[in-house]
């Protein structure tokens, strides 16, 4: 089963190397609605695959680390990249051309790993983000697969340090120190897999993000 959350941010960007001039050479920006896909085998003692009030947590901070932005590609010009920095108080670093291709991988790719970070507490399934769909208007859009995370033509330059965020974007955040939590937590994990595949439960108390254990209404 699946369920479908919607965001949206506000932002401007050049793609460049793209074939349309005004998109590639001038400064421009869009409305950006974001559909999150999450499916599960199972649903939780509630009867729902995920609360939808969970989303409103660190998926919801992260998307909207991209509003009322600037967002650019890692490989500008170095003093375009200065003038962005000294006079944009937020901005969005990418190590990705800034196309609705790449925030679909990219919001794909962080969101597995804000959930994989998440302790959940009411019996919820196998919870995973199975799709993430970018609209940069409303005549089209592009569409991040589950599949998509293990193609390294699609992710090859994606990885934790993918993004950078401004510091007035991470000081609005509920927890300001949210994102570094969830890549000191992927790292660890990365740098110790041998001890993380022996012990799971250890791993499990580790995860940064805890979702509250509901009271029970009703004995299930």
């Given at each position: 089963m699946v369920i479908r959350r919607?965001?949206?941010?506000?932002?401007?960007?050049?793609?460049r190397n793209c074939t349309s001039k005004r998109c590639s050479t001038s400064i421009h920006g869009h409305n950006y609605k974001v559909?999150?896909?999450?499916?599960?085998?199972s649903l939780d003692r509630a009867g729902m695959v995920l609360d939808f009030g969970i989303f409103k947590n660190q998926i919801a901070d992260f998307i909207d680390g991209f509003d009322h932005a600037h967002h650019f590609w890692d490989q500008e010009d170095p003093d375009f990249i200065d003038f962005i920095l000294k006079n944009s108080a937020r901005y969005v670093k990418l190590s990705v051309n800034p196309s609705a291709e790449n925030y679909a991988l990219l919001l794909l790719f962080f969101i597995d790993k804000i959930l994989q970070a998440t302790e959940f507490n009411n019996a919820e399934g196998d919870i995973n983000v199975t799709s993430v769909r970018v609209h940069e208007t409303d005549h089209g859009y592009a569409e991040a697969f589950r599949e998509d995370l293990e193609n390294p033509d699609l992710m090859g330059h994606i990885h934790l340090d993918s993004v950078v965020f401004s510091e007035e974007i991470l000081s609005e955040w509920k927890d300001a120190k949210m994102f570094e939590k969830l890549k000191t937590y992927h790292r660890n994990i990365c740098e110790n897999p041998a001890k993380s595949h022996k012990n799971p439960?250890?791993?499990?108390?580790?995860?940064p993000f805890i979702n509250p254990t509901p009271p029970l209404q009703i004995q299930c």
């Open positions: 919607l965001f949206g941010f506000c932002a401007s960007h050049m793609v559909e999150v896909f999450i499916g599960a085998r439960t250890a791993n499990h108390t580790l995860k």
